[in-house]
DNA sequence: TGAGGGCCATGACGATTACGCATACCACAG
DNA sequence: CTGTGGTATGCGTAATCGTCATGGCCCTCA
């Protein structure tokens, strides 16, 4: 028995049981028993020949095994989803969604996102502003936005600790990068040794650390993990700006791995191994409560467009 | 009951069916009966609630629906057995793949096709060379290629008449559209009206038919349904010069729908409305014989770029 | 015109799967 | 110790799946 002979029901019903976290909410949710649902989990465990998840008193966790499935089966389902409404040709719920977003996000997934959302519900106004994370957390607070797009960098900390706590998931998890110019000595590999970023130039972010430890990238510039004073050579908060310096091979600057799809001619986007693991998150906040059909739609636009690369 | 409650077998096998175009032939391919198969199409379409065949006394024909139905289930399908490697770790097939293309197919495509190849099966290695429709039909008869794309004007005609018949597959069939400078008036809309492409000046594909009617883009240039001779302003073969001549506001010129991806600033990629309809096919061809991991894994992600819009 | 071949649909039947109900077991908190 | 929350599994019922056999339609050929 191999995956290729799971359900789609199966798959459709891990989605959920990975989302909540409890085979029991994951039922509930989907109008099947607790015991429907443990029997389809063990029938996708059994065709993918591993444990796909750990049982714990609370509820379960995913293993490395299930992530992995978990990342098909979501796109299998959203697929799966999307024939469906284009074959029905359903009239979507109109409505209009706030959504929230930092800059690079902004400047990748959100027009990737919005692109795929007017596609697929034309009916759905989606309107969106830049900030950055204190910002957005307070404006989801107040009610003036109904998602956000959020940073997030090591130690993961929920975004702010009022109640109720905000409804939280995580997008996707990726390690930074440097853009170096095209022909720039670093640029000849496939990734920069960290030693090697020693006496560099770099294209800061705004502000006085150079570094900018925050997780939405807006003071994103040296790399994080230098053991040593970094040389600013300029100074920037506008992406495009940054990645024209770097083109035209005034320094180098550290990106999140998601603005690798849309730098300009000239610039490489290079991992960097050695040193300190230089993860980011990226999340999709909301305030908890029913969740309207037009920002369902959108938050599975947002997931879809961060699972592609 | 929605396409939701679709099962994956069902998808597998529609594909399949859609493919060989009878369900006898994909009943033997997939080691059901025919019986069994006519189930699982019948179950789908009462999911899907539309006709998603026409049954011929030779065999069945896809329908609109079933059109869109197929694209989507190709994806899910092969996202199952992606994850299914995936989670496998299988040791793929090392091997060479030897790939002929046309010059369009190969600017968009063939690129795609051969990036996801390379993170899906690095250990796959695939060599690519140019050629007109007749060239690469020579070497798939000689060996020298496993596999060529090939285009097909109408009346879509088998590409040789040689024994054994080529096995060929259809992986997108498409309008031609027309690239226009963005400055151009005819790009002010979402179309062009066939009747406004009269007297207008054209950048032509080589050799003396300026309308090139080859379905591998060649010779490609006027609009293949104008009812005027044409004002051919510029001759060229390299689609970057052509394309780049559109840009620098030269003239029109007459493209593949897959070309719109690739097209530089400066140039509206507009599909003609009007007039006779210009489609033309993508096909994908081999000798037939047993089918080779390596050659399979490339004919999937070809078919896979294919679909990707 | 009739025979034969190819193709799809469907009745009948047996095997397998899916699901709800009830129950057992485990961990944790008060 | 009791109550709560969570997962796994036995049992019974209903639905689904696939094969075999058959019928109907269309086309080709002698």
Redesign the pocket.
């Known amino acids: 028995m191999a995956l290729t002979d799971a359900?789609l029901?199966a798959l459709r019903v891990f989605r959920e049981v990975a989302e909540r976290g409890?085979?029991?909410?994951a039922a509930s949710a989907l109008g099947?028993?607790?015991?429907?649902v443990?029997?389809?989990?063990?029938?996708l465990e059994r065709a993918a020949g591993a444990s796909l998840l750990e049982?714990r008193?609370?509820?379960?966790r995913l293993t490395p095994a299930g992530r992995v499935v978990l990342r098909h089966a979501a796109v299998v389902v959203d697929q799966v989803d999307a024939g469906a409404r284009e074959l029905a040709g359903l009239p979507d719920d109109p409505g209009t969604v706030r959504l929230g977003w930092f800059a690079s996000a902004g400047a990748v997934l959100v027009p990737r996102a919005l692109a795929a959302l007017r596609e697929s519900h034309p009916g759905i106004t989606v309107t969106t502003r830049e900030g950055g994370t204190p910002a957005l957390v307070r404006a989801l607070r107040a009610g003036a936005l109904d998602l956000a797009l959020l940073g997030s960098a090591p130690p993961f900390r929920p975004p702010d600790a009022e109640t109720p706590a905000l409804e939280v998931r995580t997008l996707a998890e990726r390690a930074l990068r440097v853009a170096v110019p095209e022909g720039h000595p670093l640029a000849r590999g496939d990734y920069i040794d960290a030693a090697d970023l020693h006496g560099q130039r770099w294209i800061a972010g705004p502000g006085s650390a150079a570094t900018g430890g925050a997780g939405d990238s807006t003071g994103m510039g040296a790399w994080p993990g230098l053991d040593e004073r970094p040389e600013v050579a300029h100074s920037a908060r506008d992406w495009l700006a940054k990645l024209s310096l770097v083109a035209a091979g005034c320094g180098l600057t550290t990106v999140p791995a998601m603005l690798a799809a849309v730098v300009p001619p000239g610039v490489r986007v290079l991992p960097v191994r050695g040193g300190p693991k230089e993860q980011r998150r990226l999340l999709l906040a909301r305030l908890p409560g029913p969740l309207p059909e037009p920002v369902a739609r959108l938050t599975q636009a947002l997931r879809a467009a961060a699972l592609s690369r």
Chains 1, 2 share one sequence.
Do not use: E, K, N, W
């Not at 409890?22 to 909410?25: F, G, I, R």
């Not at 443990?38 to 029938?43: D, G």
């Open positions: 359900s029901t409890t085979l029991t909410a099947y028993t607790q015991s429907a443990s029997r389809q989990i063990s029938s049982r008193h609370d509820g379960v």
